[in-house]
């Protein structure tokens, strides 16, 4: 069974960065894509960033493009998310995502069967 731990979120000022974690277990990774999606009160949930689980295939919202870097831990089955310059408009709950596609990483969340249980990351401004 696939299990998704997210880690690394907080409170942050303006301009700030942190780095979420994604931990994942449960199955061999290979033909993975992993994604991080964001959901703030009252909106629905949305793409933030993408990548196949090689590493050469990775995809960002418009809203994150040059801001946010997605990234998987070498040997690891880990997938993190960087986030600098963060605007409070990023306020959200972060999840991780996870399902097989052996292709490019989807953008939409009903093609991810696995996800985790979030985490707030809060930008004061």
């Known amino acids: 069974q696939v299990q998704l731990v997210e880690s690394g979120g907080g409170l942050v000022q303006a301009g700030g960065s942190l780095r979420l974690s994604c931990a994942a277990s449960g199955r061999t990774f290979s033909n993975y894509a992993m994604g991080w999606f964001r959901q703030a009160p009252g909106k629905e949930r949305e793409f933030v960033a993408t990548?196949?689980?090689?590493?050469?295939?990775?995809f960002y919202a418009d809203s994150v493009k040059g801001r946010f870097t997605i990234s998987k831990g070498g040997a690891s089955n880990t997938v993190y998310l960087q986030m600098n310059s963060l605007k409070p408009e990023d306020k959200a709950v972060y999840y991780c995502?996870?399902?097989?596609?052996?292709?490019?990483?989807?953008?939409?969340?009903?093609?991810?069967?696995?996800w985790g249980q979030g985490i707030q990351v809060t930008v004061s401004s």
């Open positions: 990548l196949n689980w090689s590493g050469t295939s990775t």
């Open positions: 995502a996870a399902d097989r596609h052996s292709g490019e990483p989807p953008l939409r969340a009903d093609e991810y069967a696995y």
